[in-house]
């Protein structure tokens, strides 16, 4: 299958009938814009937006990792009682889990972002079918559609994982 590529105007581009939004294309959105399913499925304009909400949401993981590094950084580290001591670990290993899970989440976000790039954002890694908006305005790093996903949980369920 031949693959063809066209770099359109505003810099971004269209491969095989998708398109794929470069970091270095900007598409200013109108104030209050929301996906619609009236346009075109993971045009340019739903690109942004999706990458404007993973942004924001990196950001804020960032931001809140931080915190949470200065607040482990800043405690008093002689505590008094052992009662203290235990309830002071405990805080600091929820945080700790808390920062791990960040971690994570901010993985799985440069992993969507990547995706907007490459054109393949919004499009299900197993069956190639469209996510859905409301999937995606939901979770926008999702990377199966709801039927692919519910598969995979049945298939989790039956080997117990």
């Known amino acids: 299958m031949n693959s063809t590529a066209t770099t359109l105007d505003n810099g971004v581009t269209r491969e095989d ?24 499925y993971m045009n340019p304009r739903h690109l942004a937006y999706f990458r404007n909400k993973l942004r924001e949401w990196r950001d804020q993981l960032v931001e809140e990792s931080r915190q949470t590094m200065e607040n482990l950084r800043d405690e008093v580290r002689d505590v008094g009682d052992e009662a203290e001591r235990a309830t002071r670990e ?11 899970r960040y971690r994570k989440l901010i993985s799985k976000i440069d992993k969507a972002l990547r995706r907007i ?12 079918e469209e996510i859905g908006l409301e999937r995606l305005d939901a979770r926008p790093i999702a990377t199966l559609s709801l039927d692919a996903q519910e598969r995979r949980e049945h298939l989790q369920k039956q080997m117990g994982d």
């Open 17 to 40: 009938g998708r398109y794929a939004l470069p970091t270095t294309v900007n598409i200013d959105l109108p104030k209050g814009y929301r996906p619609s399913n009236d346009e075109e």
């Open 90 to 100: 405990t805080e600091n290993s929820l945080e700790l889990r808390t920062r791990d």
């Open 117 to 128: 790039e490459e054109g393949r954002y919004g499009f299900c890694e197993e069956t190639d």
